[in-house]
């Protein structure tokens, strides 16, 4: 008797047990690297550092299954950033150009107001998304109910009755 072919998902799925808990030493290469990479990139991890703790204190301090500010205040933060990360990057790289860039109050202004415009992004946008889907439910219901009112005037109160 013959063995039937193996499903090609059955085989994925076999690969995919065959394969759990190899990707750890994967992770400690590329900190290996990064971690290597630090000394030439000092200036760019300084500055990173002082304008992002606006993004370490909303990823330290959320507590919850769902952390979301984090994204938002760090997508915020590393756009008030990103001009001064140019100006360094194609400017004078070096540790002492960064430190001056830190003790220019502009620097500091973008990257923590940023950081607070995607604090505001994050506190606001709940409650619009919220009142915003109230709104067009609220008007659903009002046009499904209209809807049934005309079938009613039309066929009879018997297709309201179940059965």
């Not at 990057?89 to 220019?104: I, K, P, R």
Request: charged share 15%; net charge positive; hydrophobic share 50%.
């Amino acid at each position: 008797m013959a063995k039937k072919p193996i499903s090609a998902v059955k085989q994925a799925q076999a690969a995919a047990k065959g394969k759990k808990g190899g990707g750890g030493s994967n992770k400690i290469v590329v900190l290996m690297i990064l971690a290597a990479l630090i000394p030439f990139s000092l200036p760019t991890v300084t500055l990173l550092f002082f304008c992002g703790l606006p993004t370490l204190g909303a990823w330290a301090g959320e507590k919850g299954k769902n952390k979301y500010a984090w994204l938002c205040v760090g997508g915020f933060n590393f756009a008030g950033i990103i001009p001064f990360l140019f100006d360094l990057w194609f400017g004078v790289h070096t540790l002492d150009e960064a430190l001056n860039m830190l003790s220019d109050a502009n620097v500091l202004l973008w990257a923590y107001g940023a950081s607070g415009a995607g604090w505001a992004m994050y506190i606001v946008t709940p409650p619009l998304v919220k009142s915003w889907l109230a709104f067009t439910t609220d008007r659903r219901v009002s046009a499904l109910k209209s809807a049934q009112k005309r079938l009613i005037e039309e066929w009879g109160p018997e297709v309201t009755k179940k059965g």
